[in-house]
T-cell receptor, first 114, second 111 residues
Framework: EAQVTQNPRYLITVTGKKLTVTCSQN?????MSWYRQDPGLGLRQIYY???????DKGDVPEGYKVSRKEKRNFPLILESPSPNQTSLYFC?????????????FGPGTRLTVL | GDSVTQMEGPVTLSEEAFLTINCTYT??????LFWYVQYPGEGLQLLLK?????DKGSNKGFEATYRKETTSFHLEKGSVQVSDSAVYFC??????????FGTGTRLTIIP
């Protein structure tokens, strides 16, 4: 089954404790992206990657890092989480090139930073 | 910059009612337009799309027409069901850049 998976689905942590949210896709997609969803703000892009070893900032990159060492994986790293990063996070992937191509979303990770 | 403005929610309707969720956009180029749906506890799923002016996207009884003259892409359904309760997002894409989303509209259908 074609899918984007994220782990964990739920996470409660404390300020300053480094964490990683994993994202993996099995569709051989070049493009991957992270979004955060907050009430009244919709989805805002954090980082994206056009291919392996190619990453770039989205609209709200502060406080986040990403890496793309393999095509299928795109982890989101919070080096020192803060309460304003409490949010619902989605990973997404799609084909790259002449489109537009459908973007496939993971099930979401609900993060609470105390 | 590019932006999407969606009808404020939440929207509550009775089963079999007619649904319209308004969406207008601002874009510097010629966007493709999308409606995504998010069911409770799940990620977003593509509901329908339109890639050029006057295109009509349709799926699961939902329809939306790309209106360039009014920069709109309103979502409609003739007879809603309880299972349509979800959050609906309008989005645009220019070229193959990032998706720009509206704020979402929560729809609740009452039996």
């Amino acid at each position: 089954e074609a899918q984007v998976t994220q782990n964990p689905r739920y996470l409660i942590t404390v300020t300053g404790k480094k964490l990683t949210v994993t994202c993996s896709q099995n569709m051989n997609h070049e493009y991957m992206s992270w979004y955060r969803q907050d009430p009244g703000l919709g989805l805002r892009q954090i980082y994206y990657s056009m291919n392996v070893e190619v990453t770039d900032k989205g609209d709200v990159p502060e406080g986040y890092k990403v890496s793309r060492k393999e095509k299928r994986n795109f982890p989101l790293i919070l080096e020192s989480p803060s309460p304003n990063q409490t949010s619902l996070y989605f990973c997404a992937s799609r084909k790259e090139g002449q489109g537009p191509y459908e973007q496939f979303f993971g099930p979401g990770t609900r993060l609470t930073v105390l | 910059g590019d932006s999407v403005t969606q009808m404020e929610g939440p929207v509550t309707l009775s089963e079999e009612a007619f649904l319209t969720i308004n969406c207008t956009y601002t874009a510097t180029g010629y966007p493709s337009l999308f409606w995504y749906v998010q069911y409770p506890g799940e990620g977003l799923q593509l509901l329908l799309k339109a890639t050029k002016a006057d295109d009509k996207g349709s799926n699961k009884g939902f329809e939306a027409t790309y209106r360039k003259e009014t920069t709109s892409f309103h979502l409609e359904k003739g007879s809603v069901q309880v299972s349509d309760s979800a959050v609906y997002f309008c989005a645009l894409l220019i070229g193959n850049e990032k998706l720009t989303f509206g704020t979402g509209t929560r729809l609740t259908i009452i039996p």
